[in-house]
């Protein structure tokens, strides 16, 4: 049996096990029977597609130039990482792995605890209805096991994958991008599956919160790695530019951190359960609106996976079909919802509903700054471009109330204002955090927006501090009761508080790296210099070098501080014959706890003399260290044991252990 066939077959008996997980959880029947049958019908559509995904890349491991999609993207003299990832480097790859994510997800959610027989299946036959239809555009319009026409030329060797992609950094972004998108799809269909049966409370939070965490943990990995491959491979000098594709991936991850905090105070107090619903459809939806923005071609992208309007299309019937179909859900039974505890504006809740009502406007502003110039070029045909000073002048003050509300919310009680115990202590992290990244902007010269990122990261980091403070009992307690008050906070917290620590760092790494860079550009023959924030980088010279699929051309230099040599950079400018494309190559040295970053280019009639741009990027290692720990807070938390229920007894706002 051909591999074409072989893939298209575990496809079709994909379809097979999503219409009858579909119609299993869909059917008005109440019987185990159905539930078991829905979950059942989940697994073998999960294996079909792990079958197919393997059989794909088991293709591309061998160059096996019988399918189209390994010709036109795959070589055989590209090296075995770079065949495998290959898989995923394209359109109907590329589909084929959200395929398997979704179906993964779908079999999880058969065996998510705490949540009742038929919810659950009414959740696996919406997850099914998903997967149904992604399955039908994979197979009717982007298929990965076309065959290669008979009528073609002989195939020697395949086309080659796009430079840009062979790259460690795009090994891993897609997939782990991909969980995040995909895995948001679990708490819609639950959150359907909550609004068809009127049921949205406690039970759903506890059951969508590790899925949600897991996700918005992965996409926050997801994002990283992405601004990090930007970064070193794309020769610019920057990690993000507001991308249209960048801003798609950015979406859904504002909607499920408003999504996050929303269930956990559902989960506490089982309040602001319609916020829930109708994030839980935003948060989704944002996903959707992604992936056809990088399939569509309607936005120009370095990130985009394909050109086809199309196809874009049917996916965009996709997302209105869910997203739509939710709200209007939402919009006949989110009313039975609206039966909420009452609780003070100043309290907890309070701080969180601001909070969500921030993330709201920034996840308009983004929305609006990535389609309005498509909508003015379809409306009028006027191009125009929204960039960084638009979304800069938007987001820098919203991060500022964002990290206001956030130490606010840290301090103070749920329910009701308490006794003011959380006042002294608020007014000393927003005078002291105020005043603090006031003296530092005023000593490092910086502008008002590296005021309002300091200003923001130290609000968050004193928040955190604070809040550790109160579950330690201090002051007032003995550093070895403090401890043991510590010891007991459960590990949900814990992943809070890294979190928390994570997003205080990557703010305070991307204002210092972004405002504080230092830039320099230079044309320089051998023996010759630039100077740059105390180093100085000297040309040498030319050398020629090749790897297994590619021409290499390196430059030779040498840096000093002080006289003293310090370090020797080789930028590079790289040719693959395959592709006939080129790549410019950096090279990045740590310098303290920032980088410089060195990038040389050829010129026409220059001779021996390079375009020389050298960049000094200050604690830009904080900013990955602290989306690392944003990422494992979040992954802490999902897999950290659920809270106990409260009894009958016990008023929903009662205190325990530290939280």
């Given at each position: 049996?051909?591999?074409?066939?072989?893939?298209?077959?575990?496809?079709?008996?994909?379809?097979?096990?999503?219409?009858?997980?579909?119609?299993?959880?869909?059917?008005?029947?109440?019987?185990?029977?159905?539930?078991?049958?829905?979950?059942?019908?989940?697994?073998?559509?999960?294996?079909?597609?792990?079958?197919?995904?393997?059989?794909?890349?088991?293709?591309?491991?061998?160059?096996?130039?019988?399918?189209?999609?390994?010709?036109?993207?795959?070589?055989?003299?590209?090296?075995?990482?770079?065949?495998?990832?290959?898989?995923?480097?394209?359109?109907?790859?590329?589909?084929?792995?959200?395929?398997?994510?979704?179906?993964?997800?779908?079999?999880?959610?058969?065996?998510?605890?705490?949540?009742?027989?038929?919810?659950?299946?009414?959740?696996?036959?919406?997850?099914?209805?998903?997967?149904?239809?992604?399955?039908?555009?994979?197979?009717?319009?982007?298929?990965?096991?076309?065959?290669?026409?008979?009528?073609?030329?002989?195939?020697?060797?395949?086309?080659?994958?796009?430079?840009?992609?062979?790259?460690?950094?795009?090994?891993?972004?897609?997939?782990?991008?991909?969980?995040?998108?995909?895995?948001?799809?679990?708490?819609?269909?639950?959150?359907?599956?909550?609004?068809?049966?009127?049921?949205?409370?406690?039970?759903?939070?506890?059951?969508?919160?590790?899925?949600?965490?897991?996700?918005?943990?992965?996409?926050?990995?997801?994002?990283?790695?992405?601004?990090?491959?930007?970064?070193?491979?794309?020769?610019?000098?920057?990690?993000?530019?507001?991308?249209?594709?960048?801003?798609?991936?950015?979406?859904?991850?504002?909607?499920?951190?408003?999504?996050?905090?929303?269930?956990?105070?559902?989960?506490?107090?089982?309040?602001?359960?319609?916020?829930?619903?109708a994030l839980a459809i935003i948060a989704f939806g944002a996903s959707l609106l992604g992936a056809f923005l990088v399939r569509s071609g309607i936005v120009t992208?370095?990130?985009?996976?394909?050109?086809?309007?199309?196809?874009?299309?049917?996916?965009?019937?996709?997302?209105?079909?869910?997203?739509?179909?939710?709200?209007?859900?939402?919009?006949?039974?989110?009313?039975?919802?609206?039966?909420?505890?009452?609780?003070?504006?100043?309290?907890?809740?309070?701080?969180?509903?601001?909070?969500?009502?921030?993330?709201?406007?920034?996840?308009?502003?983004?929305?609006?700054?990535?389609?309005?110039?498509?909508?003015?070029?379809?409306?009028?045909?006027?191009?125009?471009?929204?960039?960084?000073?638009?979304?800069?002048?938007?987001?820098?003050?919203?991060?500022?109330?964002?990290?206001?509300?956030?130490?606010?919310?840290?301090?103070?009680?749920?329910?009701?204002?308490?006794?003011?115990?959380?006042?002294?202590?608020?007014?000393?992290?927003?005078?002291?955090?105020?005043?603090?990244?006031?003296?530092?902007?005023?000593?490092?010269?910086?502008?008002?927006?590296?005021?309002?990122?300091?200003?923001?990261?130290?609000?968050?980091?004193?928040?955190?501090?604070?809040?550790?403070?109160?579950?330690?009992?201090?002051?007032?307690?003995?550093?070895?009761?403090?401890?043991?008050?510590?010891?007991?906070?459960?590990?949900?917290?814990?992943?809070a508080v890294l979190s928390h620590t994570g997003l205080a760092l990557l703010l305070l790494g991307a204002t210092a790296s972004s405002v504080f860079q230092a830039?320099?550009?230079?044309?320089?023959?051998?023996?010759?210099?630039?100077?740059?924030?105390?180093?100085?980088?000297?040309?040498?010279?030319?050398?020629?070098?090749?790897?297994?699929?590619?021409?290499?051309?390196?430059?030779?230099?040498?840096?000093?501080?002080?006289?003293?040599?310090?370090?020797?950079?080789?930028?590079?400018?790289?040719?693959?014959?395959?592709?006939?494309?080129?790549?410019?190559?950096?090279?990045?040295?740590?310098?303290?706890?920032?980088?410089?970053?060195?990038?040389?280019?050829?010129?026409?009639?220059?001779?021996?003399?390079?375009?020389?741009?050298?960049?000094?990027?200050?604690?830009?290692?904080?900013?990955?260290?602290?989306?690392?720990?944003?990422?494992?807070?979040?992954?802490?938390?999902?897999?950290?044991?659920?809270?106990?229920?409260?009894?009958?007894?016990?008023?929903?706002?009662?205190?325990?252990?530290?939280?």
């Open positions: 049996m051909s591999v074409s066939l072989l893939g298209t077959l575990l496809l079709s008996l994909a379809i097979l096990a999503s219409l009858g997980m579909s119609v299993a959880g869909l059917v008005p029947a109440r019987s185990p029977r159905m539930t078991a049958l829905a979950g059942t019908a989940s697994m073998a559509c999960f294996l079909a597609i792990l079958g197919a995904f393997g059989i794909l890349m088991s293709a591309y491991a061998a160059t096996d130039l019988s399918l189209l999609n390994v010709y036109l993207n795959s070589h055989s003299l590209k090296p075995l990482v770079y065949k495998l990832t290959g898989t995923w480097a394209n359109h109907e790859g590329s589909l084929l792995l959200w395929l398997l994510v979704l179906a993964a997800f779908g079999a999880a959610m058969a065996f998510a605890p705490g949540k009742k027989d038929e919810e659950r299946r009414i959740a696996l036959g919406v997850q099914g209805l998903l997967t149904l239809s992604f399955l039908l555009f994979t197979l009717l319009t982007s298929s990965p096991f076309v065959s290669y026409p008979a009528n073609w030329p002989t195939p020697i060797d395949g086309q080659g994958l796009n430079p840009l992609l062979q790259d460690p950094g795009l090994a891993i972004h897609p997939p782990t991008l991909y969980v995040g998108y995909v895995g948001l799809s679990a708490v819609f269909s639950f959150t359907i599956a909550a609004l068809v049966r009127g049921e949205l409370g406690r039970a759903w939070a506890r059951t969508v919160r590790p899925f949600l965490l897991f996700a918005w943990a992965a996409l926050t990995l997801g994002i990283g790695l992405g601004a990090w491959w930007a970064y070193y491979e794309l020769g610019w000098g920057g990690f993000w530019f507001w991308d249209p594709v960048e801003n798609a991936s950015l979406m859904p991850w504002l909607a499920a951190t408003a999504l996050l905090h929303c269930v956990m105070v559902v989960e506490r107090r089982e309040v602001l359960k319609p916020w829930c619903a992208s370095v990130h985009a996976f394909a050109n086809d309007p199309e196809r874009g299309v049917f996916l965009l019937l996709i997302s209105a079909l869910f997203t739509g179909g939710g709200f209007i859900l939402f919009a006949m039974r989110g009313g039975a919802l609206v039966k909420d505890a009452a609780f003070e504006p100043v309290s907890r809740e309070g701080a969180l509903v601001l909070n969500n009502l921030l993330f709201a406007v920034l996840l308009f502003t983004v929305f609006l700054g990535t389609f309005w110039p498509t909508v003015m070029e379809v409306s009028s045909g006027t191009r125009i471009s929204v960039g960084p000073p638009y979304y800069n002048l938007m987001a820098a003050p919203l991060a500022l109330a964002m990290a206001a509300t956030l130490a606010f919310g840290l301090l103070i009680p749920w329910k009701k204002r308490g006794r003011g115990a959380w006042k002294k202590p608020y007014a000393i992290i927003l005078g002291g955090g105020l005043l603090g990244a006031l003296v530092l902007t005023f000593v490092l010269k910086g502008s008002a927006y590296a005021y309002m990122g300091f200003a923001a990261a130290i609000l968050i980091l004193g928040g955190v501090i604070a809040d550790l403070a109160r579950k330690a009992g201090l002051p007032g307690n003995a550093p070895g009761a403090a401890l043991q008050r510590l010891g007991s906070v459960r590990p949900a917290s814990w992943g830039e320099t550009r230079a044309v320089i023959g051998p023996g010759e210099s630039l100077s740059i924030r105390g180093l100085t980088i000297e040309y040498e010279t030319r050398l020629a070098t090749r790897g297994r699929n590619y021409i290499a051309e390196m430059d030779r230099f040498k840096v000093r501080k002080d006289g003293r040599a310090i370090e020797t950079l080789y930028p590079s400018r790289r040719y693959y014959p395959a592709a006939d494309q080129a790549t410019t190559e950096v090279a990045i040295v740590r310098h303290g706890l920032g980088n410089l970053y060195l990038a040389s280019a050829n010129g026409q009639g220059l001779g021996d003399k390079r375009i020389v741009r050298a960049y000094v990027h200050p604690l830009i290692h904080v900013l990955w260290g602290g989306t690392i720990l944003v990422a494992l807070g979040g992954f802490v938390a999902a897999f950290a044991p659920l809270r106990r229920e409260p009894s009958r007894a016990q008023a929903p706002g009662a205190q325990g252990a530290p939280a």
